[in-house]
């Protein structure tokens, strides 16, 4: 971006390859934190779900929560991570939010090791671990730009001191902003699916921090990474990786060294700057937290685990691509949107896929609240009216609008708008009429003016008064034509 | 008055709590000033305590197997609404908002609780002079100190303050000064009391135990506070060892190992109570041979770490935001180092420090985790022992009380005070320090009985057969 970077003398434009690496913090959906009785709830009047084991008070001792562990596992399980027995240690630094200041979290012996995660398009991204932790309260500091260091004073809540996360540590298997988002995109669906989290970026309950590197391309050696940390949406961790990686391939460009160091994205200035460098980075200072047992979890409530597991966004997306005979980005939509159930169903009941498929992305996919109540049979029996021509593809749309609107019978409905059915022989004897009528336009037509069939189908719309399906009057006046050439 | 011969009295309404307890309160009066065992003496609410056990008496109910025993708490127990300063000022004003476990329990059984008792700064320490309130004296010789870290609660049952107390053992904090102060003193497997409410020096090694005047009301404590408790992730299944039934047992049969590595750097007269004791057993029907213990010679070293290192990180959180002291400045850093500064002392400093350094990038496996392996080993060649023997048998500290001031300077010498009772600690294993008879000096010496984890009961065995034998009475509890 600077004058200097681009008059450098000509790179490739694929010299750089971009290497994002993700960890996400997940709030677990527990009724109380991790090591306490205190209830775990988002909003509340700060410092009214804290008791003496989150405020970490002398003398108090923590109580793994085992719903949390329950919640991990069938992260793992989703995952592909294998679960093994795991230790809690204590990572030491200080800080006002930490109310022991240290944080009771998973360290070298986690409770999900490896596994993968497969993304829309089919491709895989590595896990290297999913592990638990406390979460720590939040600060707000007054003044001084919303730094602690030059805050007038500073708040701190500790409702959220204690609640349960999970963090997942992808390996740096990205290689650009928008893979990351639909990683990210794709972890949350997992996550959600498995009652684990509910997903909310917004709240915080998914927090994402991007390790960053360049490296030349076909360089199988990793380069120097950043940590980029406050993205509070999807959005803003791609803006802050292209960001990110702007910045180091023009330091790189100049020759200059990527300094290992965690940056903080300012979404106000949308830039990357630096927190702290690896020479101030924390010394944590890892011991095996002394309060708390191992987790090692039996085989028979593992097996109760997987037995419980729901049917996962890539396993319905399988299962769509299967029955619809597609494998297209509509599925992916489709299942994003949690209306591959009732496209599956519909097609079940004999309903046309590919009909069902467009109807269901477009129409049903523009009203989700009215899809809530949509009845599969109902949906099903519109699909099979237009696929048979019973209605135009106008009309099928108007009466699904009403049908997501109000629920009702398919062809009650179309009765009552006066959606008359053109039967095929109908259809048929409209076709001959037009064709003997608009001989000059025909003959155009078969002198190659393609151009003209739209005149052809708008006269036959006007004879039999917009009753006829467009697609179905241009097939069948496309071949009478063709057949007298 | 033992505290089961008072106990027995109240329930059967021949004695009132009230009155057992002006009895103590007047003791405590006539020589607190002089020993300072107590941080605070919490009279009226120990009154108010006594007057409804009466009430409870009188309407025909059983407060419980300590009613109206009065009972002192180290002050590194939470007591609800009552200050809880682990004798330092970085508590300054705190007061915890619960009970801590074994606090309920002993109020549950009846026990009237009458205060709490001097330590040193965060039980670190073996003679209860780092205590940010002065130290406390041995009632035997008030020129001498009460041992430590649990020198309040052993000063407060010598000299009669109380039948009864509780303690915390991490190093050998119950056991040294029961020994130094000629009272018994039991550390329980870990695991065995709930460790909740106790303020964390080293989680993986405190303990809370009895320190009473002999061995069956020891028995009677810790009958009272010990089992499961959920509140402790690291609390053992299961109830309390009856072994107030095994006093009487004798040790016909029993296989006593005298530890070798125990045996060395003692001072010859307290070495040689030992020597007297293992006779006794001997005499009284055991099994007595010399066993050894190879790697309990580097227990003093590892605990030096280990300690340290739990103690750094438990000891993070007194950083002056959310209670106790704060000394204002102008960001938060230097508020957390001056709040500290101020508020530690000398000796807790000193371990943050080391403890701090051995877990350290780069210093860890070094330290710590050469430390643990050392763990490791000493639980080990204990396993080896108790193959060959039920219970072993050493002296509890290498010397009598020593003076005041004596070895205040010189950290080195203060540490090799806990030199026999650590081993117990670094095992989780049981152990406890009977009073046997005096050194040259005229001074209580005390051996150590020590067992594998949940040996209780053939350890408190062969603490009544010590206790019966012993060459001079333990000194009484009061008149």
Redesign the interface.
């Known amino acids: 971006m600077t004058p200097a970077s681009a008059s450098h003398s000509g790179p490739a434009p694929q010299r750089w390859e971009t290497v994002v690496g993700l960890e996400v913090h997940c709030e677990l959906r527990t009724a109380t934190k991790l090591f306490c009785s205190c209830r775990n709830s988002f909003g509340e009047e700060p410092n009214t779900n804290v008791c ?1 084991v989150c ?10 929560n085992r719903q949390a562990v329950e919640y991990a596992m069938r992260i793992g399980e989703a995952l592909h991570s294998t679960v093994r027995p795991s230790i809690f240690h ?1 990572k ?1 630094y ?1 800080y ?1 939010d930490m ?4 944080q009771i979290s998973q360290y070298d012996e986690p409770i999900n090791v490896g596994g993968w995660l497969e993304l829309p398009d089919g491709g895989r991204v590595g896990i290297v671990r999913a592990h638990m932790e406390e979460d720590t309260g939040k600060t707000t500091h007054v003044g001084g730009g919303g730094r ?2 030059e805050a007038a004073y ?1 708040l ?1 809540d500790y409702n959220r001191a204690g609640v349960p996360l999970v963090e997942i540590v992808s390996e740096p298997d990205l290689r650009s902003a928008a893979q990351a988002r639909a990683y990210v995109r794709e972890l949350r669906a997992i996550l959600v699916a498995t009652g684990a989290s509910d997903g909310k970026m917004e709240e915080g309950s998914l927090r994402v921090d991007a390790n960053v590197s360049l490296r030349r391309g076909g360089s199988s050696q990793l380069g120097t990474r950043c940590e980029i940390k406050n993205m509070n949406s999807l959005s803003s961790l791609g803006r802050a990786i292209d960001y990110e990686a702007e910045r180091q391939r023009e330091l790189l460009e100049e020759g200059q060294d990527v300094v290992q160091e965690t940056r903080h994205w300012n979404e106000a200035e949308s830039r990357t700057l630096s927190m702290r460098s690896k020479e101030e980075a924390f ?1 944590y ?3 095996p937290e ?4 191992p987790v090692a979890p039996q085989e028979a409530w593992q097996a109760q685990v997987r037995a419980a597991m729901p049917v996962l966004p890539a396993q319905r997306r399988a299962r769509l691509a299967a029955a619809a005979g597609t494998g297209a980005d509509v599925v992916a939509l489709l299942v994003e949107l949690d209306l591959d159930g009732l496209v599956l169903e519909a097609i079940e009941q004999g309903a046309e896929p590919r009909v069902a498929l467009n109807r269901a992305a477009n129409e049903v996919a523009a009203d989700l609240e009215g899809a809530r109540g949509l009845d599969p049979a109902a949906f099903a029996a519109l699909v099979g009216m237009e696929a048979r021509g019973e209605l135009t593809a106008t009309q099928a749309k108007d009466v699904l609008a009403e049908m997501l609107k109000a629920g009702g019978d398919p062809a009650a409905i179309a009765k009552a708008k006066g959606y008359k059915a053109l039967s095929p022989d109908a259809l048929a004897a409209a076709v001959e009429e037009v064709i003997a009528a608009n001989a000059e336009l025909c003959a155009r037509f078969r002198a190659g003016d393609g151009k003209v069939m739209g005149a052809l189908i708008g006269q036959l719309m006007k004879a039999t008064e917009g009753k006829a399906d467009g697609n179905r009057a241009r097939a069948m006046l496309t071949e009478r034509l063709e057949a007298k050439a | 008055m033992s505290a089961q011969q008072i106990a027995s009295a109240v329930r059967s309404g021949r004695r009132s709590a009230a009155d057992v307890l002006d009895e103590h309160l007047e003791r405590i009066e006539a020589r607190e000033p002089e020993l300072h065992a107590f941080n605070l003496v919490m009279s009226g609410q120990a009154r108010s305590a006594a007057a409804e056990l009466d009430r409870r008496v009188a309407a025909g109910e059983d407060p419980g197997p300590l009613a109206g025993v009065p009972v002192a708490l180290k002050d590194n127990l939470c007591t609800r609404g009552v200050p809880t300063t682990c004798s330092s000022r970085i508590l300054e004003g705190w007061r915890p908002p619960y009970d801590a476990t074994v606090v309920e329990r002993v109020r549950d059984a009846g026990a009237v609780v009458v205060g709490k008792t001097n330590l040193d700064e965060f039980a670190m320490g073996s003679s209860t002079e780092n205590s940010a309130f002065g130290p406390t004296r041995n009632p035997h010789d008030p020129s001498r100190v009460p041992g430590g870290s649990s020198g309040g609660s052993a000063a407060a049952v010598a000299a009669g303050f109380v039948p009864l107390a509780l303690g915390s053992d991490t190093g050998g904090s119950i056991r040294q000064p029961a020994a130094l102060c000629g009272v018994v003193g039991m550390k329980p497997t870990y695991g065995l009391v709930s460790r909740y409410g106790l303020v964390a020096f080293a989680s993986s090694l405190d303990q809370i135990g009895p320190l009473a005047a002999d061995v069956a009301d020891a028995a009677l404590l810790l009958e009272a506070i010990a089992g499961h408790d959920p509140a402790d992730s690291t609390s053992l299944p299961g109830g309390a060892p009856p072994v107030s039934q095994a006093l009487d047992g004798g040790v016909s049969g029993v296989r006593v190992g005298v530890l070798r590595e125990l045996t060395e750097g003692i001072d010859p007269d307290v070495l040689k109570r030992m020597r007297e004791a293992a006779d006794a057993l001997a005499d009284a029907g055991a099994e007595v041979e010399e066993v050894s213990v190879p790697a309990t010679v580097y227990g003093l070293s590892a605990y030096y770490l280990i300690a340290p290192a739990e103690a750094s990180s438990n000891l993070a959180r007194y950083d002056g935001v959310r209670y106790g002291l704060r000394e204002p400045a102008p960001d938060v850093t230097t508020m957390y180092s001056r709040t500290r500064a101020r508020g530690f002392g000398a000796e807790v400093k000193r371990r943050v420090m080391l403890g701090t350094y051995a877990l350290s990038a780069g210093y860890y496996d070094a330290y710590y985790g050469q430390a643990q392996r050392v763990r490791t080993l000493i639980i080990q060649d204990f396993a080896s022992a108790y193959e060959r023997v039920d219970v072993l048998l050493a002296p509890t500290a290498p010397t009598t009380a020593f003076a005041v001031g004596a070895k205040a300077e010189n950290p080195l010498a203060m540490y090799l005070s806990d030199v026999c009772t650590i081993p117990s600690n670094l095992a989780g294993h049981p152990a406890m320090s009977i009073p046997f008879g005096t050194g040259d000096d005229g001074l209580p010496v005390g051996v150590q009985v020590l067992a594998p984890a949940l040996g209780e009961e053939a350890m408190f065995r062969v603490a009544g057969t010590l206790e019966r034998a012993a060459p001079v009475p333990a000194p009484a509890a009061g008149p």
Do not use: Q, T
């Open positions: 003496a405020l970490g008070l002398p003398g108090s001792l923590p109580v793994l204590r030491n200080f006002p109310p022991k200041d240290y602690i260091h500073s701190v010394d200072r890892y011991f002394p309060d708390l047992v």
